[in-house]
């Protein structure tokens, strides 16, 4: 970017760092109450091309050689897959995900790494006061998220990359990210019931605005379906000639023994998505002849190699509390998935039943990389050159979801199926999300609020009791002593589970656990949100 591009921002505060002004300045384009509201769904979508042309960046995306994703579930796995594919097949590419857990810059990747801070200020102030000086009251700024999309797709023509992933934030069809006329190639991931209250009540209703992202003659391949929503993807499609294609989940026996880089059974469907999303890719930009893809029965090597290396904070990744000295930081640790609807629940809870087992130092420990999602092969019988305590694994649930989901859906099957895993929560902890609506940037992690309002923690804790009466008897473990004890820092405390009115708190009262407590092993499954999520791995992670 030429020093005539880069934007000058803001008068300087002296109270302010460069990068706090950005976001105080990105925040003030929220305009909502709420991260899902009915109200902002396709209102005035047109104002994107006005956006463009204010940006001048019509042709460059135009130009741009982009692979649409959106559905419900997977999105941003097969994501994260398509790109680390494509990156190790050697092509410099652009990867525009959502949401961010801990910086916003996480959205914005070029060739795996999210944006350095000194590039993103300067797209950033060089689209904010481009947009500021153009706008007016007839075509206003954008709203945070269409102004995020315009952002990367300017980091994106400037990077000048030979491939822009990009993740749909929410439905598609009137979805910022769906300014793109003309993409390479497009993908839907596994659908199910989320966001109802905007994208409809019916699985044929979502399916039609996941839809919205076919273009007339482009190529679109999906995963299996249920049947309501195949119908209405494959109607779509014939009406666009979209020619779609459902693909099947990957043969694990094609990895050459290894495994993906994102634990779970359901990402050998992403997996397998994102291997025809890349194929075609590859065939259409006329790049077919540098990759070797004549043998349909193996993977080329660059393949492999992106699958197996990729990898995404918050989706199954485990993270011993480092803030915890020596052998005591595996005495806390933490589980984290965003799962967030009835389906991936189960998946979450499926992984979670096998993980705690196969982490627990009571057997082999398997030591993991903690900025990667997957475990190593590399068995270790000691962790920081220390013997880790024998002492006995205790489930624990640390929980919170938007007001718009709903608790007696997704609960229930999460319960349920651990408890078909033989793992038993001995205490939940419901928790108010750390992250505001209003505010972008560092939170200030402040112990508890006076004025938090925990009236929907409370109404989560009241399913969990009420679960949990249901079953009695199902499961013969007692609520240990450790956990009953010394519960006066939680604004409400029940047999089975605790309200605390800060995150921080909570964190702090298990931390305080394992420290009074050399025998005691917890084991805290983090989901529910992935603002949740984030906000833990600002907590525990240095």
Known sequence: ?????????????????????????????????????????????????DYLKMLD?????????????????????????????LRN???????????????????????????????????????????????DENIPMPTYFRFLALLGFKIFAAEQVDVAILEVGLGGKYDATNVVRAPIVCG???????????LGNTLGEIAGEKAGIFKNG??????????????????????????????????????NGL?????????????????????????????????????????????????????????????????????????????????HSPESMEVCARWFSLAIKEYSPDQTLFHQQLDNSKFSHEVVKTHNGERVSQGKSTPILLFNCLTVRDPQLLLPHLMKTCADNGVYFKKALFVPSLSVFNKV???????????????????????????????????????????KDDMETSASNCEHSAVFPSLPLAIKWLRDRVQQNQSLRLQVLVTGSLHLVGDVLNLVKK
């Open 1 to 49: 970017m030429s020093d005539q591009e880069v934007g000058k921002g803001s008068p300087k505060s002296s109270s302010l760092s460069p990068y706090e002004e950005a976001m105080e300045a990105l925040s003030s384009l929220i305009t909502r109450r709420t991260r899902a509201d009915a109200s902002n769904v396709g209102d005035q979508f047109d104002l994107l091309f």
């Open 57 to 85: 960046l019509e042709e460059p995306i135009a130009n741009m050689k982009v692979i649409h994703v959106a559905g419900t579930k997977g999105k941003g796995s097969t994501c994260t897959f398509t790109e680390s594919i």
């Open 89 to 135: 097949c050697g092509f410099r590419t652009g990867l525009f995900t959502s949401p961010h857990l801990i910086d916003i810059r996480e959205r914005f990747r070029l060739d795996g790494k999210e944006i350095c801070e000194e590039k993103f200020l300067a797209y950033f102030w060089w689209c904010y006061d481009r947009l500021k000086e153009k706008t």
């Open 188 to 198: 839907i991931t596994s659908l199910g019931y989320d966001h109802m209250e905007i």
């Open 218 to 255: 482009i190529p679109a391949f999906t995963v299996p379906q249920p049947d309501e929503a195949m119908h209405v993807l494959e109607e779509k499609a014939s009406q666009l000639n979209v020619s779609l294609q459902v693909v099947t989940p990957l043969d694990a026996q094609l990895l």
């Open 259 to 339: 495994r993906l880089g994102l634990e779970g059974e359901h990402q050998y469907v992403n997996a397998a998505l994102a291997i025809s999303l890349c194929f075609t890719w590859l065939k259409r930009t006329e790049h077919i002849g540098d990759i070797y893809l004549e043998q349909t029965d193996k993977l080329p090597e660059q393949f492999i190699k992106g699958l197996i290396s990729a990898s995404l904070q918050g989706r199954a990744q485990i993270v011993p509390d480092q803030h915890l000295k020596g052998e005591r930081s595996n005495r806390l640790v933490f589980f984290l998935d965003g799962a």
């Open 441 to 483: 940037g560092p939170q200030a992690f402040t112990l508890t609020d006076p004025k938090v309002d925990l009236s929907w923690q409370f109404n989560l804790q009241r399913v969990w009791e009420n679960l949990m009466q249901s079953s009695k008897g199902k499961n013969t473990d007692i609520v240990s002593e450790e956990l």
